[in-house]
């Protein structure tokens, strides 16, 4: 299969929906820079491109929203494509959203306060079959899509804009999260998925309709950022990385990094509990299983009448570990409900075989069992009160 050079392949294509084509962009020009790095698979130097709908999710953003909308419908027009901008007022209190009607987007609310509840409603209000998200705080060029835009057009699901490729201005971003916060995420979103992004919070892309769809975004904060990642990777989508320039911003940054922070960990982990429960639980199981293998047949330790069988740590590592495997399994079915996780054949055997009843039943076995040796061993402690073997 031949590759893209700065793309992520991590599935099989998708077959995106056309549903309004027009004659549009060229996706190799002759000074484009971009064009060299990602080589056309077509020979065709100008090909066509659907309906692009350009969503801007907007908190008290008037010094720079205007900016970005007449650059994104600039881009629109130099490039003979249809498309249109969205702009999402989050509660905005300053006329953000009446400049950027003003410019020519359209105006949408969302009254649900947060980034992702935001741009959420952006795609639900989008008409375009190719969708391009970004910040209108004035980081992102938006009069320079073309980039961004190519890799749809060579059949990937998704391109992702990379800022420490494209080049990050001066006082653009923050040391902790330029050399800290960014990177951890990524690393993270790597062990979790197997997918290496070169910026996993950048904010600026584009995807298909279909990837859309098939990512089922839930998340109403930053952390859709990750989960945008994590979804692509795990449902088989194919992502470009692409270089995306990144400028300072005017006004007051929105980003809460511990908040945010916080939130991108916790929907990682949530989404991820084969790493956070299930590992370290078959893990914590099998450790416990021998170290009880190898304690029990010793003859134990003497002091006076009293033999001390030192197994305690077996049964810590064992009960643990039978814990962690059982809280894995409760989490696999909550994210399952909330469409975070798939359901894998784990759980459809649970749900055709066991059900919620019958995992009660086993459970309330299980402890009358557990109750009837603890009174068989009640009754034959005093019949052996001259050896007392503490296990």
Known sequence: MRRCAPILNVGRRSQSRRRREVPALSLAHPHDAAADALPARQSAAARTVPFVSIVMPCLNERETVETCVRKALGWLAETGTA????????GSTDGSADLASAAGARVVQEIIRG?????RRGFAEARGEWLVMGDCDDTYDFSQLTPLMRPLAEGYDMAVGNRFAGGIAPGAMTWSHRYIGTPAISALLK?????????SQCGLRAFTRQALETMDLRTDGMELASEMILKSARRGLRVADVPAPYAERLGEAKLDTMRDGWRHLRFLLLASPNH????????LTLLGIVTLG???PQHGIEIGDVTWQPIFAGTIFLVAGVNALLLGFAARIYTTARGITNEDWGLRFYYRHLGFERTIGVGILAMLLGGALDVLLAIAAPGNVSRLDLA
């Open 294 to 296: 190898l304690a029990l």
């Open 83 to 90: 498309g249109e901008v969205i702009v999402v007022d989050n």
């Open 115 to 119: 980034y992702g509840a935001a741009l």
């Open 191 to 199: 062990m979790f998925t197997g997918l290496k992004v070169g910026d």
């Open 276 to 283: 956070l429960f299930t590992l370290p639980g078959i893990f």
